[in-house]
């Protein structure tokens, strides 16, 4: 059995998932007996849109004495948000006037978020990640999905290695909100980007083709997802106010329209996938199913709703109690079984 850990995109919803980990953190480090433990340790693969590309990139940064150590705890990864988030999403109010009569093409200062990755990253690589993973994001100009591919930049150099800083810019890069990211590999490619998220908001089904791809003999039941959500916004649009808009002006409610229909999308397929060779048990998906005690937006970071947020990330851990109890217990289990934890030991061969 391998096993994918998924987070998905939602701004600084990503609070929740980032709760629901450091739970998972601690109920590992008590099952172990070991307060040095990390999640990461447990499981085979990752992935990771957006709010979720930044979460994994830091549980999977490496320290910087120890390369083969990890820097962050889960409850570091969490503090992201927390420290964070409201200078992220803090727009002054000329640009939000701007914004506003369509001037302005995004809302907020993209050089306050990448302060804030060059802070928690400094030089560090893509290729330099803990374990395998994939981080999503789009090509604007090629019109195609773009996948920073931790094992790709280990085996292909510097034309497929990436900053860190620069790989969770891109796929942050959310249409509106932020400017499209224009990195550069190693190797000085040029690719213009935005958050993955415009096309899997939740990457859980693109981690399990990723998986299945690399390494040919893995069928779909030999594969346990567990996939972490920020919530689906079910907020609802008048048609007749969205007519009467700008299109820049309507630029969020579509982002939060793509992002829950792609979300919902996936679930769905991955529900069905499962069910078809009877492993419904195998696709584990934890979020939310109400947010109407927040404000839902993915940047509505003040600190009320912040401290909201945190407070329904709390009531999700508490409801799921149970449910990580079994997780935790079934992971623990399965390390002492198999000790190499690599999906990509057929590379070494």
Same mark, same amino acid.
């Not at 497929?160 to 942050?172: E, G, I, K, M």
């Not at 579509?254 to 679930?267: F, G, Q, R, Y």
């Given at each position: 059995?391998?096993?994918?850990?998924?987070?998905?995109?939602?701004?600084?919803?990503?609070?929740?998932?980032?709760?629901?980990?450091?739970?998972?953190?601690?109920?590992?480090?008590?099952? *172990?007996?070991?307060?040095?433990?990390?999640? *990461?340790?447990?499981?085979?693969?990752?992935?990771?849109?957006?709010?979720?590309?930044?979460?994994?990139?830091?549980?999977?940064?490496?320290?910087?004495?120890?390369?083969?150590?990890?820097?962050?705890?889960?409850?570091?990864?969490?503090?992201?948000?927390?420290?964070?988030?409201?200078?992220?999403?803090?727009?002054?109010?000329?640009?939000?006037?701007?914004?506003?009569?369509?001037?302005?093409?995004?809302?907020?200062?993209?050089?306050?978020?990448?302060?804030?990755?060059?802070?928690?990253?400094?030089?560090?690589?893509?290729?330099?990640?803990?374990?395998?993973?994939?981080?999503?994001?789009?090509?604007?100009?090629?019109?195609?999905?773009?996948?920073?591919?931790?094992?790709?930049?280990?085996?292909?150099?510097?034309?497929?290695?990436?900053?860190?800083?620069?790989?969770?810019?891109?796929?942050?890069?959310?249409? *509106?909100?932020?400017?499209?990211?224009?990195?550069?590999?190693?190797?000085?490619?040029?690719?213009?980007?935005?958050?993955?998220?415009?096309?899997?908001?939740?990457?859980?089904?693109?981690?399990?083709?990723?998986?299945?791809?690399?390494?040919? *003999?893995?069928?779909?039941?030999?594969?346990?997802?567990?996939?972490?959500?920020?919530?689906?916004?079910?907020?609802?649009?008048?048609?007749?106010?969205?007519?009467?808009?700008?299109?820049?002006?309507?630029?969020?409610?579509?982002?939060?329209?793509?992002?829950?229909?792609?979300?919902?999308?996936?679930?769905?397929?991955?529900?069905?996938?499962?069910?078809?060779?009877?492993?419904?048990?195998?696709?584990?998906?934890?979020?939310?199913?109400?947010?109407?005690?927040?404000?839902?937006?993915?940047?509505?970071?003040?600190?009320?709703?912040?401290?909201?947020?945190?407070?329904?990330?709390?009531?999700?851990?508490?409801?799921?109690?149970?449910?990580?109890?079994?997780?935790?217990?079934?992971?623990?289990?399965?390390?002492?079984?198999?000790?190499?934890?690599?999906?990509?030991?057929?590379?070494?061969?």
């Amino acid at each position: 059995m391998k096993r994918i850990l998924s987070i998905d995109g939602g701004g600084i919803r990503g609070i929740i998932p980032g709760m629901l980990l450091v739970a998972l953190e601690e109920k590992i480090r008590e099952a *172990t007996n070991n307060p040095k433990a990390h999640l *990461t340790d447990f499981f085979d693969f990752f992935a990771g849109t957006s709010t979720g590309g930044i979460l994994l990139s830091i549980l999977l940064c490496p320290d910087d004495t120890n390369k083969m150590v990890q820097k962050y705890s889960a409850k570091e990864a969490l503090d992201i948000y927390l420290n964070h988030g409201a200078k992220i999403f803090a727009a002054k109010r000329w640009r939000r006037f701007l914004s506003r009569f369509g001037l302005l093409s995004e809302l907020y200062d993209n050089q306050v978020l990448e302060r804030v990755l060059q802070e928690y990253f400094g030089d560090r690589k893509l290729s330099e990640l803990l374990k395998p993973c994939i981080i999503t994001a789009y090509n604007i100009e090629l019109r195609k999905n773009h996948l920073f591919r931790q094992q790709k930049a280990i085996s292909h150099g510097e034309s497929r290695d990436f900053y860190l800083r620069d790989v969770c810019r891109a796929t942050s890069a959310a249409p *509106t909100y932020f400017s499209v990211a224009e990195v550069f590999s190693l190797a000085k490619t040029r690719y213009p980007l935005v958050d993955g998220g415009v096309f899997a908001h939740n990457p859980s089904l693109s981690a399990l083709l990723e998986v299945i791809k690399s390494y040919n *003999t893995y069928k779909i039941n030999d594969i346990w997802i567990l996939s972490l959500g920020t919530g689906l916004s079910k907020i609802s649009y008048d048609y007749e106010d969205f007519k009467k808009k700008r299109a820049i002006s309507i630029g969020p409610a579509l982002v939060d329209i793509m992002s829950s229909s792609s979300a919902e999308s996936t679930d769905y397929f991955l529900k069905q996938l499962f069910r078809s060779v009877n492993k419904i048990e195998n696709y584990i998906r934890i979020e939310p199913s109400n947010l109407s005690s927040i404000d839902p937006a993915m940047d509505a970071a003040t600190s009320s709703n912040i401290q909201k947020i945190v407070s329904l990330g709390d009531k999700l851990v508490s409801e799921n109690e149970d449910l990580l109890n079994r997780v935790v217990s079934e992971i623990v289990n399965d390390k002492k079984v198999n000790k190499e934890r690599s999906v990509w030991n057929f590379l070494k061969d």
